[in-house]
């Protein structure tokens, strides 16, 4: 087993890095298959990418906050570990690539000196939860969300309700209606409101992008902020049962409501009431230390450009509700940026500002508690580092998933076409340096990392196929899609599929027709009065692949001629589980059950009592080749084929033994008897299978 020294002062954590070592060194000995050791991996942050031999790390960053400590700790693992370039997602995560597995489990030890993390950044958990990055200081917020997207986060980390989902479960907080949490199309957003003085949310359920974008439905009008983590709890506990387990493509919880619909969702949720310890659970927000100005004394300095300084205020300066200070957004092209930057800029927000900043779901960076006085000074200091290119968040600001650089799933490159066409916008369509109402987005594949679907103008990469079979890079061209406030979004239509080289012509049609038609309307509203048939037909001869030159073979980005690419997607975390290895799992979530009660977490023990039945049931049905898609169809096929047919006898019905978890409160009682029952059940069962065996 590997050895290596965490000093890391929390156990659990200790724990799981020491289990992590211990798990890379079984898959190395062929001890577990490479689906088993992939779930567990990924539930830690370990990602594979595009190249044979390497990960990508996921850093999991609530909220998109991150102190100055944080930053240097995290730029010293990336030269220590990777190649010292730090990539910002459109969760607010950083990713780090190039990683050797073998050494993760020391690289997560270094970052957990400082309080950062891996855990399920990744996997069928929830992933990291998002909030507006203005959150604590926008002069539009009922109140800062920062506090309450901190206490959720932490609430569910290690919760046994949400470690082995069907699907990936992703959680937005929003400051104010404006929406910018983005909270339509996640699996839960919570939108800030105040009703009779008191603090709560707006709340929408399953909302989602990928292939088949839905937009997300109101679950509450208003919800008191006590209740937040209750109703997520109740909602996780839904999709845990009821989601889908064995096709991937169906396994979001965009799904399971559209299936049953969000009435008979409800109810479900009302079911859950019984087996949820904590009622309320109010967040104590005062306690909350947000980060605070330093008082410093302002450096003379003397502006070289003053036209560039001025045009850079106009487009980069975020203002605050606090008096006398303003935040400065950072232009970072396709979110990538690198450490020798990251610790220069760590030092002048903890000496000038308030030791913090804060990534965005745009892929950029902003600094808050700026001093307007010293605006010439962090200009300038900025510029040094690169970093005072002006149309932060405006028309000309792209956002990118990293596509064919290195994830698995891309099948053409978002990057290469990205920097071409925010050239094309900066030199010819200058004006749009301060637009902000144009919003344009690229993913590499069809699920949308890049957020392509919801934008006003959006590009999915794909290929097209000439009339002699050859295959080149393409773009799916997407228009009318934004955000609309309150909860309200709309997605893009599919108009047109054009060869990658011919992405930059297509937005040049389309600016054109936009400034000469729009009559001052927003793009979102220009877009519907037109219509989709209105674009098709003036993009629809750059579809035509009967005239594509060698130049249409080669990929933004790229030399050599381009070839079809795709691994094997890990977000979903898909596990192809054996019949002993799921008898040994449930074993573990005995004992880890046991553990819970010995430590009075009683809700905490009898879900992983609830699991273990759950697991011990779909070995049986996995053995007699049934269907395990979800947790219900388990438990009623296994009444169905073992327990009315007698060949186990459990003295009652399955249903009735595992669906006491919503009949009674999680008392130690209960608890006790609970796990006692799921100890007896894997025994009945595991002798039921060996005998079968023999």
Known sequence: MQSFRTEIEDPIVEKDIIELAHKIEQFNNLEID?????????????????QQGVQMIRIKLPYGKVMSNQLRRISEVSDEYSRGRLHITTRQDIQIHHVDLNRTPELWAALERDDVTLREACGNVVRNVTASETAGIDVNEPFDVSPYADALYKFFLRNPICQEMGRKFKVSFSATDEDTGLSYLNDLGYIAKIENGVRGFKVLVAGGLGSQPRHAEVLYDFLPSDKMIPAMESVLRVFDRYGERKSRAKARMKFLLKDIGLAAFKELITKEQKAIEFKSVPVDYQSYVPSKPV?????????QDEVAFNLWKTTNLIPQKQKGFVAIGIKVLLGDFYTDKARLLANLVDVYAAGEIRLTLRQNIIIPFVKEALLPFFYTELEKLGFVEAGYNKAVDITACPGTDTCNLGIASSTGIAKELERVITTEYPQYLKNEDLVIKISGCMNACGQHNMANIGFQGMTVRTPEKLVAPALQVLLGGGNLGNGNGAFADKVVKVPSRRGPEALRRILNDFEANANGQAFIEYYKEKGEKYFYHFLNDLQDVSNLTQEDFIDWGEE????????????AGVVIDLIATLFLESEEKIENANEAFKNHVYSGAIYYAYQSLVNTAKAMLLADKKKTNTHSSIISQFDEVF?????IDIGISFSELIYQINKYAPSKEFAEIYIKNSTKFLQKVRAYRTAETN
């Open 34 to 50: 490479e689906e088993k050791f992939r779930s567990l991996r990924l539930a830690r942050g370990v990602y594979g990418q595009r």
């Open 295 to 303: 008082s410093v004394t302002i450096p003379e300095t003397a502006v």
């Open 643 to 647: 327990v009315t047919s007698k060949k």
């Open 560 to 571: 050599e001629k381009y070839l079809k690419q795709i691994g094997i997607g890990e977000c």
